[in-house]
């Protein structure tokens, strides 16, 4: 075989090497093949998400309250309609535990307890210092109802989920979520 016959078999093999996998990989990313249907959070993604800002949050002193007052953090907000009962306080239990196994990044999160009822608990007040009340005057901004809703440092409620939550895997989707966060 001439010189010019093995450069050009060469050529062809590089040109092969590096455009072959290309082209099947624009084909499978155009035609959608492949891809991935699973996910990795545990919570409900909330899109559009609304912003906080509109739910007219309120606190005991009926003295608004805004994203500015949470100073860049994450914020896991427990939507519930009446009063405190034993399901809210179990709830609010494990989110201090959730926010303890957060470890070094629990600075990052803050936790309220939004009542649409507009009722303060004193017990809750003294159990949980760090847990804020507060009462929302335009509810319909949480669209899935009671439950726990994620907040984004720039005012996004972006995740829900149920009021039976499974502890474990908002605290995966949190620390996730902190991980991948460049703000908050």
Not at 76 to 103: F, H, M, S, W
Not at 117 to 140: C, H, V
Not at 156 to 167: C, E, L, Q, S
Request: positive net charge.
């Amino acid at each position: 075989m001439s010189t010019k016959k093995t450069n050009r078999l060469t050529l062809y093999a590089v040109f092969c090497v590096t455009a072959v996998p290309l082209a099947i990989a624009m084909v499978m990313y155009f035609n959608l093949w492949g891809v991935p249907d699973g996910r990795t959070n545990f919570g409900q993604l909330l899109l559009p998400p609304n912003q906080l800002k509109q739910t007219q949050l309120v606190n005991e002193k009926a003295v608004p309250w805004s994203q500015e007052d949470a100073d860049k953090r994450w914020l896991v907000i427990y939507l519930t309609p009446q009063e405190c009962d034993k399901a809210c306080k179990e709830a609010t239990y494990l989110l201090r535990q959730i926010n303890v196994a957060l470890g070094k990044e629990a600075h990052r999160v803050t936790r309220f307890l939004v009542n649409q009822k507009g009722a303060y608990n004193e017990q809750l007040k003294k159990d949980y210092p760090a847990l804020i009340q507060l009462t929302s005057q335009a509810t319909e901004f949480f669209a899935m109802g009671e439950g726990i809703y994620l907040v984004d440092p720039l005012g996004n409620i972006m995740m829900y989920y149920a009021k039976d939550f499974v502890g474990k895997q908002l605290l995966k989707d949190l620390k996730k979520l902190l991980k991948n966060s460049n703000i908050g």
